[in-house]
């Protein structure tokens, strides 16, 4: 599998939490419901900073994680009406496009859950 990661921004006038609830609540279940979705999509995980003390400032508001089997499979997904005409409208009401940075990685799992039985 191919990993997909996003780097995103909040839009500067949103606070975080209107931010991370829009993202996880809105747009996810958006993103999921598109037949492409179900058809080209491995695994979908979006993921939120925890502010800690001690711990460095976030420098994104999220990551979203996005695996296919290929990057044909890729560019199916990202290319399809479906996404272009009622997915993609709604990343300008939550995050700045702008800002997106995109990682293209193989994951290589080193520890899994061993407590796990």
Known sequence: M???SFLIKKLPEMSFEAFVD?????HAPLFSSISEAQQYVRKYVVSHPIIEPGFPEPAYDAITDIY???FEDYRQFFSSENFLKNVEPDHAKFFDMSEVVMLVTKETTIISDLKSS
């Open 2 to 4: 191919i990993k997909f």
């Open 22 to 26: 829009h993202h996880k609540n809105k």
């Open 68 to 70: 296919f089997d290929s």
